[in-house]
Each structure stands twice: as structure tokens, then as C-alpha cells.
């Protein structure tokens, strides 16, 4: 190969990587709007996702794109996206930190969660860190999304796959799940 092609062929090498680094930060900027800088959150019932792990983004995306999850939103947006693209952002959001939120908490709140921990702390621990790549952190996640997102896996009519979590949310009443909620946003 002359030393022309050679470059030809670097540059179009480049131009191609180049453009996919943009094309996945294009396509995160979209979600930033509504999640945050970086995937950062301002809440409070608009969830961090930046820092999620990388299998648990990638099947809830997947999730959404099939219809086999309950969303208000997201389902309707992730079917403009391919399978690509959402692997692609999956990776993405998975490199930024977990940033756990300070927020306001009822203290009265957070000493009953403390006491309802017993059916979470196997994967969730004491401290909301995932124990495993298919659990996200609740540390620090926001108060209000957690509360909301209990209610749906413990509704039978909402559709939310794992049946493990809707398992351990049926044994708890509003009042408790309220209150784990508050435990685990107020975790560091
Ligand atoms: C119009 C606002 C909006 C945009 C834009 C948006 N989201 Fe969301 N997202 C939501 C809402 C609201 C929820 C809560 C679930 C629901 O009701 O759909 C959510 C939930 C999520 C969750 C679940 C978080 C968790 O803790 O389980 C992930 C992951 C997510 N979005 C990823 C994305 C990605 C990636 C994009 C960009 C392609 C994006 N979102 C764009 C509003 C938005
Ligand atoms: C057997 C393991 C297990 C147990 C026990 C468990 N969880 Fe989970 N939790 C998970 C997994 C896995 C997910 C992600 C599920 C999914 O993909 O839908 C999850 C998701 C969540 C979410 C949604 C977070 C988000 O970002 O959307 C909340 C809130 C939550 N768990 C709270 C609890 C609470 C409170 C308890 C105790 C009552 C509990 N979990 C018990 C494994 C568990």
C-alpha cells in the first residue's frame, strides 16, 4: 500500500471512531436532559442513572424496547433506539460515578426503614450497595422514585420482571415501604 492510501485509510480509520465517541454522547445528552449532568439527578422522583451497573441498564433498556416492562416514559423513548445504541449508552452511563444525593428525610422515617431491612439486606445490604451486577445502588437514589418504583413491583398488574423483588416487596405495607425508601436514599 503507497503511503497516500496508508493515510487515506488512517484518517477514514479515525473519523470513524471519532464519530462513534460523538454519536454516544449525542445520544446521552438526550437522556441528561431529564436525568441530569452526567446522569446526576436533581430529583425528586426523576432517578440517577449515571454509575448504574452496566448489565442492569442494558436489560431494563432492553426491557422497555420490548414492552415487557412497565414505564410512563422511558418505554416509549427506547423504542426510537437500536439495540446498538443501547448497549452503547448502557456502557456509557456505567463508566460516570454513583453519586448518592443529600435530601431532606423524615429521621422518624428512616429509624422504622432501619428496622424493615431484614427482607432487602440480602442484596441490597445495609448500606443500599449492589451486592452484584444486576442489583443497582439505592444508596443516595432519590427518595420519591424509590417509593414509587416499590409500589410497582409489588402491583401484580404492573409489569415489572423480577420476581424476586416483587417477592419482598408483597411482605411489606406502605408505611414500611415508605420508610426503607428514606432508609436508603439517606445511605452515603
Ligand atoms: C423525558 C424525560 C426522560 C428522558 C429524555 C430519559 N428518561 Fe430515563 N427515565 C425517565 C423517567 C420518568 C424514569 C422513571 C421510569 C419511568 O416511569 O419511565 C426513567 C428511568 C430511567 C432508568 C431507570 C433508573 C433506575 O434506577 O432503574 C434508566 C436506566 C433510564 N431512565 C435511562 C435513560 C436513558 C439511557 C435515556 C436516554 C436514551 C433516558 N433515560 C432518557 C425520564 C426520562
Ligand atoms: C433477592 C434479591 C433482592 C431482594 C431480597 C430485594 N431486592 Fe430490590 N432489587 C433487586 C434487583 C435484582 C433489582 C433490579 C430488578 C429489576 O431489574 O427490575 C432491585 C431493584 C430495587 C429497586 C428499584 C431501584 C431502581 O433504581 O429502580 C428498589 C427501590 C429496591 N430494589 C428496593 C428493595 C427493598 C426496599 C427491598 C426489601 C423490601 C428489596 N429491594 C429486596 C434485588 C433484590
Redesign the pocket.
Known amino acids: 500500500m503507497g503511503i497516500r492510501a496508508t493515510i487515506a485509510v488512517f484518517l477514514v480509520g479515525l473519523g470513524t471512531s471519532a464519530h462513534a465517541a460523538d454519536s454516544v454522547e449525542a445520544l446521552a445528552s438526550t437522556c441528561n436532559n431529564c436525568h441530569g449532568v452526567n446522569g446526576v439527578s436533581v430529583g425528586p422522583t426523576m432517578?440517577s442513572i449515571g454509575g448504574l451497573p452496566q448489565a442492569?441498564l442494558t436489560?431494563?433498556m432492553l426491557e422497555w424496547k420490548s414492552g415487557t416492562r412497565f414505564s410512563a416514559t422511558m418505554g416509549r423513548l427506547l423504542k426510537g433506539y437500536s439495540d446498538v445504541q443501547i448497549a452503547d449508552l448502557a456502557a456509557y452511563f456505567a463508566k460516570q460515578p454513583w453519586v448518592p444525593q443529600a435530601q431532606k428525610i423524615d429521621d422518624a422515617r428512616v429509624r422504622l426503614g432501619a428496622q424493615s431491612l431484614k427482607?432487602?439486606e440480602?442484596?441490597?445490604g445495609n448500606d443500599g450497595l449492589p451486592r452484584d451486577g444486576?442489583?443497582?445502588p439505592?444508596n443516595g437514589?432519590w427518595a420519591d422514585y424509590?417509593y414509587l418504583?416499590?409500589l410497582k413491583y409489588r402491583d401484580d398488574a404492573v409489569g415489572?420482571?423480577?420476581r424476586?423483588?416483587r417477592g419482598?416487596?408483597k411482605r411489606?405495607s406502605d408505611e414500611e415501604?415508605r420508610a426503607?425508601?428514606d432508609y436508603y436514599a439517606g445511605q452515603k
Request: with cysteine.
Open positions: 432517578p442492569y436489560n431494563v427482607r432487602c440480602k442484596c441490597h444486576e442489583t443497582p439505592v437514589q424509590l418504583e416499590s415489572m420482571s423480577n424476586q423483588m419482598a416487596m411489606l415501604l426503607v425508601s
